[in-house]
């Protein structure tokens, strides 16, 4: 996990890896962490084919931007309570040179709803991403030509629906989730240092140079989710990772 590392410098956009692909976004959630960080903040979540990513709409809140690779989070649970809106929990530990130390609870919750689907899609690509972790081989460090972090748009492949992609489909739909504003996604020219939901091979943009062009309509759903998981259903045990402890 990495701590104001995952925001465009002077918007409020997400930066995204060369090559990953976003699935979910979420305009209106409010993220809670635990010591060290501690702190409430809301904002945007974003949900890819490699990580969470959290942006906040406020720059003075000391969090800009805080990042959850799926490979480093456990204790994943989506609950239910009586009152108040749906929310997922779980434990998420650092990573190397990403501006804190050791691990943070932490709390997403959906004020306009679509816990459940963001939930399961994400308890499914930790679990892929643990999978692919064997076979994973950290690509070689990433240094910018003029040393200095270059961003640029993001091509219409890197976030398409993800209904009807062969690696993706299985990512539900909700009324709450919607396309991305326009202009607020950027990547680098680093691929993703961990693994992600489908091998380093295979679900990327390919090796094409795209052309951006207008961001593609998310399809509407037939009717609104009502399946639902029990309160405080635990996913995965407390010593792993989303892998194969998980139980959906």
Not at 149 to 165: E, T
Request: aromatic fraction near 12%.
């Amino acid at each position: 996990m990495s701590l104001n590392q995952a925001h465009h410098p002077g918007t409020d956009g997400v930066v995204l890896f060369y090559g990953e692909r976003l699935l979910i976004f979420y305009d209106g959630c409010d993220l809670k962490l635990g010591a060290p960080i501690k702190g409430s903040f809301s904002g945007r979540v974003y949900l890819t084919s490699h990580r969470v990513v959290f942006i906040a709409s406020r720059k003075s809140s000391g969090v800009q931007s805080f990042s959850m690779p799926f490979v480093n989070m456990k204790e994943v649970n989506i609950q239910q309570p009586v009152f108040g809106a749906n929310r997922i929990v779980g434990r998420i530990r650092a990573d190397p040179n990403g501006g804190w130390q050791g691990e943070a609870e932490f709390s997403i919750t959906f004020k306009k709803g679509g816990a459940i689907e963001f939930g399961r899609a994400l308890i499914e690509l930790g679990k892929r991403a643990c999978d692919t972790r064997r076979a994973f081989q950290p690509p070689p460090a990433y240094t910018p030509m003029d040393g200095a972090a270059q961003y640029y748009n993001c091509p219409p492949p890197a976030y398409a629906p993800p209904q009807g992609d062969p690696y993706y489909g299985f990512v539900p739909q909700h009324e709450a989730f919607s396309a991305p504003p326009a202009a607020s996604l950027f990547y680098v020219g680093a691929p993703p240092p961990y693994p992600g939901a489908v091998s380093q091979n295979d679900g990327g943009w390919g090796p094409t140079t795209f052309i951006p062009q207008p961001t593609p309509p998310y399809p509407t759903p037939p009717y609104p989710s009502s399946g639902a998981t029990s309160a405080g259903a635990n996913y995965n045990s407390s010593d792993q990772p989303m892998s194969s402890a998980h139980a959906g």
